[in-house]
């Protein structure tokens, strides 16, 4: 079946540095969503990415999705801390009404 | 606007007692629902989904059980809990036909089993 695989599992910041996490998935999808889980909330939606090669902005996150349409990254520049929490990959195949979400990247950051 | 609703927020049940968590869909018509398990730090695990009103998919063999009574109610049981069924529950929508439909979660429900 399908899967997404994110990585890493865990990613300790330095409040103003950047960092990156990556999301991977065995077979070609539609299109990539990404959501944010704040600790003891419920995952956000923050973007979805549909065509191949896109790359969309929204302030200091930048997310995108490969030429392949099976690989996806977001990068977030000059962490703060509002940006703690976990970061949720999820993709689906055509005309699926499944969602695959991948195991998330946990986000700590050190003022 | 669309919100949606979930409770209860916690419950703490004994081991051999049966469940009933409620989600509830306001401000859209004939949503795509679904009910998803987290297990602490841990991903998202699709439990079920149902697309219409009484169309229940399962995703994962269990002793939990969904049912659609109403467009815009889903609900998740048990009838008898263990302690693996410990977790955080949360319900989502989505409107669309598949494949880049966007899904929206609820608050959750957080389950100890003990």
């Known amino acids: 079946g399908q899967q997404v695989m994110q990585i890493p599992q865990y990613q300790h910041v330095q409040e103003g540095e950047d960092f990156t996490t990556y999301c991977n998935s065995s077979?070609?999808?539609?299109?990539i969503q990404w959501y944010k889980q704040r600790p003891g909330g419920h995952p956000v939606f923050l973007i979805q990415l549909v065509k191949s090669g896109e790359v969309k902005k929204q302030k200091r996150l930048t997310f995108q999705f490969g030429e392949a349409k099976k690989n996806s990254s977001l990068h977030i520049t000059a962490t703060q801390t509002t940006d703690v929490g976990t970061y949720f990959c999820?993709?689906?195949?055509?005309?699926?009404?499944?969602?695959?979400f991948g195991a998330g990247t946990t986000v700590t950051v050190r003022a | 606007s669309q919100t949606i609703h979930q409770w209860p927020a916690t419950l703490v049940q004994p081991v051999g007692s049966p469940l009933s968590l409620e989600c509830t869909v306001e401000?859209?018509?004939?949503?795509?629902l679904y009910w998803y398990r987290q297990a602490a730090g841990r991903g998202l695990q699709l439990l079920f989904y149902s697309v219409g009103i009484g169309q229940i998919s399962s995703e994962v063999p269990q002793n939990l059980s969904a049912s659609r009574p109403q467009d815009r109610q889903f609900i998740l049981s048990s009838k008898k809990l263990l302690l693996s069924d410990s977790g955080f529950y949360l319900c989502?929508?989505?409107?669309?036909?598949?494949?880049?439909?966007?899904?929206?979660f609820g608050p959750g429900t957080r389950l100890t089993v003990l």
């Open positions: 999820a993709g689906n195949l055509l005309d699926d009404y499944k969602l695959s």
């Open positions: 989502a929508w989505s409107v669309g036909t598949g494949g880049t439909d966007t899904q929206y």
């Open positions: 077979t070609t999808l539609s299109n």
């Open positions: 401000g859209t018509s004939n949503p795509n």
